[in-house]
């Protein structure tokens, strides 16, 4: 049996190693087939016209099909001894994942409480809030500026309007294409001004969203970080604790750092 890398194993790993192995194994049928059609289109075509005219029809297509053949039927092997090996060290990582004398005593001596991790992990959380407050802050400032400036906007446009008209009915043109044209431009200078605000907001709603998840990313890496050197003091202690030659040792490990990956919410 071939050693499977603990943290590859997972019920989703195992699903996927069965369904593997199912797929090649139904290619292989296939290729089988495939080639029996091959061989029984060379029988027929011997009777009819002899065996040197049919292998001269069919031979390159009837090789071609016998190494699919071959090579379907090594993958399928392949994946047949994977899936077993991965199913047996599976099984064998479960029974020890279940409360047991054995594996509960080793590992409370592999998982005391960590207080560096414990540290890292109130560190990384402080200033992920902090940098999420800051976020916030500036989203709440963004929205009420644009509150701001959209209702400005909207209180002094009317104001706009009249003194653009008093001016051209000061000259007596209040009714000419003048005023109609300037007018256009006017409302045409609103549209713009409103759409640009409102371009600016949502850009600017666009990068708080972005600080936001490059945040949120950082938080994530600083766990995975905090995790990876759990596990590692975690195979320093196992030495320490004269367990280095425990067969279960890499399993144990395994479940070690998935029961501090649990504790940590990752």
Sequence with gaps: MVNIDPALLTPTNMTAANY???DLNAKY??????RRRMQAAINQATKAVGSARAMEVYGSRYRSALAAETAAQKASATQKTYYGDFGKNYNRFMGLAKANPNADTALSKLTPYDPQSAADRLAAQQA???RLLQVQTGRQ???EDYQKNARLMEQDQPDRYRALLSGYAGRGLAYSSGY?????NETADFTQRRADLDTANQRGQGAAAMDEASAQSTFQ???AAILSNATARLADN???LGMAGNTDLPLLLEIARRRLAASAGG
């Design 20 to 22: 593997k192995y199912r």
């Design 29 to 34: 049928t296939m290729a089988i087939a495939a």
């Design 128 to 130: 992920l809030n902090q």
């Design 141 to 143: 400032q963004l929205g």
């Design 180 to 184: 109609a044209n300037a007018l256009g």
């Design 221 to 223: 890496g600083q766990l």
């Design 238 to 240: 196992a030495g320490g």
